[in-house]
């Protein structure tokens, strides 16, 4: 079934010059972009994407960094594309992510890891609203 899912691809991707190998990443594998915008977030949007983040210890470093430059925020349509995106970009953690994912790839780190997707329908659903309203 056709779905839709929110993506991030956050300030170092952008500050590496990966956006587009991430791009194509997503547009071979067949899905299709249906909006995307670039932009700098202010913490409030920090704060109410990462919500369930917001009181752990590693939230003022991880507000720090999605705040701390541009990122491309993209909207996904494809079959199953929650589940296919997250199998894309691989586990959080750069290190541990298995190789031919995005992060398996191209990311060492756990914290600045170039992509978030949404989870569960209802995170795309929570988050689609939240940065894409009335898309
Ligand atoms: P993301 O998929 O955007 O969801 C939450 C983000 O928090 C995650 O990617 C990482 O960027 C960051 N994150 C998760 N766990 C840790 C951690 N233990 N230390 C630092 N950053 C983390």
């Given at each position: 079934m056709s779905e839709r899912t929110l993506v991030l691809i956050k300030p170092d991707a952008v500050r590496r010059g990966l956006v587009g190998e991430i791009l194509a990443r997503y547009e071979r594998k067949?899905?299709?972009?249906v909006a995307m915008d670039q932009r700098t977030i202010d913490p409030t949007l920090s704060d109410a994407h990462y919500a369930e983040h917001v009181?752990?210890?590693?939230y003022p470093a991880l507000r720090e960094f999605v705040t701390g430059g541009p990122l491309v925020a993209l909207v996904l349509d494809g079959d199953q594309a929650i589940d296919v995106v997250r199998a894309m970009n691989g586990a959080t953690d750069g290190r541990k992510a298995a190789p031919g994912t995005i992060r398996g790839d191209l990311s060492l780190s756990n914290s600045e890891n170039l992509v978030h997707a949404s989870d569960s329908p209802e995170a795309a659903k929570r988050e689609l609203d939240l940065w894409f309203p009335g898309l």
């Open positions: 067949g899905l299709t972009i009181e752990k210890p590693f």
